[in-house]
DNA sequence: CCCCTCGGGGACAACGTTGTCCAGGCTCTA
DNA sequence: TAGAGCCTGGACAACGTTGTCCCCGAGGGG
């Protein structure tokens, strides 16, 4: 027995190549010629090979390919949480663009955890994917520099990147957060209400800006009461909700600063009126949601297909050997007015 | 120039074992007893090995790892559209289980093609995942059974597998549609429409089925102009609320096949309702959808997340050695009355 | 003082694939 | 008919890592 590793069942011992070639009596490289369509092939050995690999149910083994060639042909993308609808169609929209490049993507997601977020990166770069999507929980990303410079092409999303220098491709949030406020205050609101994510967050951060920048074009004063940066946990948003819109003098509209924030606010506000209490109150949210039109709940859209698009189609630039000096690209946002930011102040 | 190969810009050069090693001036071996935490290695080597890898920036290739050990530490996950909330859910429990299990998860959408389905599962296999969660899209994977039999463990969710023997964990389709309809005619209904996804999809035949038996518990005909399965587009669907809502004996209910029609018929039911028309029509659908609650939709609600938790469980018992017969599991629904299901029908 | 043991460290092969290079047989032409 | 290609097929090395085996030096006991 001059055998010596083979340590564990081995992927249950699937053939090789070099099997598919005993069996079909020709040289091991030939069955590569065949499986990777190169020419140099007769007809005849051609399809001795065949019958011999679909004999076998041989299938190519992809790790020992990237091993050889360099490329993995696979993308990374780490985003916050799947089962968020806004990073869904963001991931479903990257999928497509690799596809067309015939490059797989694996995605995971970070649980807004600076510390997952860097594991997961780091790991997907020992797989060796050829380029990195990241959307951003953590605000350092100087771990990355190694893997950068070492080839590995990144693409920041959403949010940009912290500490280091790379693209990224952003929603306006302070254009949209500007824009809202302005069209509540446009329909008489001069007590308005933001609630958002943590500041730490940069897109949390640049909306509670553009809310500041609009009370303040309008020569507003902004009572701290009215300001509620914080987690999107749905009972800390409904105490906060609660809160404004109790003692002397209440806000009269709500500004929510992402699709969380607004959905809790949409239902705050719904057991509110439904116990038959007092008049309503304005709201507009960033971030489309679900039902938003049946539900009448005014929005700032953002398109965040479109982020990710761009996002890979920067990315596959990058891999093509672009060498343009990092760039930011902001995709713009839309107001959509369908009722719930267009009520009048109520008369108290 | 001994040299051969190289044939592209190889990972961008990146650092190996070797380098690291030629740097600390150790040998190639103990740079892999420290990189994997093998005993054997005095505290001061260890020292000088750490540092090389610092300051080379150098990262374990997994490629090369896996080929020789034989073992991915990856599963993957073929489902339908991540972009659709209840994969994204779905998605998200296989994840955490996965990382509970230092496992990396690779999913990607077969955008309900079925060739697609199989171009993405066979993909992954050339990838080595060491397991497979399917969704299935068509009803003939007789494609895996190579696969299978090379060890490749796999589970189906959602649907069953189409002519092979697998595991599979699946929502209670027929026993949750059965009950919905009956709720609707608990409450007086008796003409009672059906718009469901294509009856190719087993969950959407199964949910038909439901529907039937429950008219035939309580001794109702089936007029086949309530029954619409088909896509889930929604102008097909607004299409058949359309029609069923017209002509001499209109239906007073409606049962939406899944989240997506169920979206479509609340947009169209509300329209009708802002146009003051005609008096409200119950509806039931079948998944719940984000702001059911707020929005009063009575619906049998799945646990997307626990039937991703149960088969991504399954999946690691196969991995860990279980060699039981193929088994199903059924996730049970459970019905949340929300008003829209307990209108009375309307008098006409 | 010598031998034996023990433990750290290194040389080497192997995982499955692909790039390079070469050998042999064929055809085509002078 | 012989020489010059051309086409097919195979031998071999290399990708970066890990498992096995062995060597060497230090320390302890006889």
């Known amino acids: 027995m001059a055998e010596t590793t083979r340590p564990e069942p081995r992927y249950g011992n699937r053939p090789t190549m070099k099997d598919v070639a005993a069996r ?25 090979v065949r019958e011999a690999i679909e004999a076998l149910g041989f299938r190519r083994n992809d790790s020992a390919r990237v091993l050889r060639k360099g490329r993995t042909a696979t993308i990374g993308l780490v985003l916050e949480d799947l089962a968020d609808p806004f990073y869904g169609q963001l991931s479903r929209a990257v ?33 060796r994917v050829d380029g990195l999507i990241v959307i951003p929980a953590g605000d350092d990303h ?3 520099e190694p893997e ?49 994510d943590r500041p730490r967050i940069h897109t949390a951060a640049e909306r509670l800006r553009g809310y500041r920048a609009a009370m303040d074009d309008a020569g507003l004063p902004v009572d701290e009461r009215w300001v509620a940066p ?25 500004f929510a600063g992402n699709n969380r924030v607004t959905v809790t606010a949409v ?30 709940v005014t929005v700032i859209a953002q398109d965040p297909a479109a982020v990710g698009r761009t996002a890979a189609q920067q990315l596959f630039r990058r891999l093509d050997g672009a060498a343009e000096a990092p760039r930011q690209v902001v995709i713009g946002t839309r107001l959509l007015a369908r009722g719930s930011g267009e009520l009048p102040p109520s008369s108290r």
């Open 24 to 48: 079909a009596g020709v040289g091991l490289k030939t069955v590569s010629r065949v499986v990777n369509g190169e020419p140099g092939v007769t007809p005849e050995t051609e399809r001795r």
């Open 95 to 127: 999928e497509e663009v690799a596809r067309a490049h015939g490059t797989l993507l694996i995605n995971g997601s970070s649980a807004e955890d600076p510390g997952r977020e860097q594991e997961l990166a780091l790991t997907l770069c020992a797989r």
């Open 142 to 144: 100087r771990y990355l």
């Open 148 to 196: 950068i410079r070492a080839g590995v092409a990144t693409v920041f999303a959403d949010r940009p990147a912290g500490l280091i220098e790379a693209d990224a491709v952003l929603s306006d949030s302070f254009g949209g957060a500007r824009e809202g406020v302005a069209h509540l205050i446009a329909h008489g609101h001069r007590r308005i209400g933001f609630i958002g």
């Open 230 to 254: 914080g987690s999107t946990d749905p009972e800390r948003v409904a105490a906060a909700v609660a809160g404004m819109l109790s003692g002397p003098e209440p806000v009269t509209a709500l």
């Open 267 to 296: 239902r705050v506000l719904a057991e509110r009126t439904d116990r038959g209490g007092p008049p309503p109150v304005a709201l507009v949210g960033f971030d489309d949601i679900e039902l938003g039109d049946v539900l009448g």
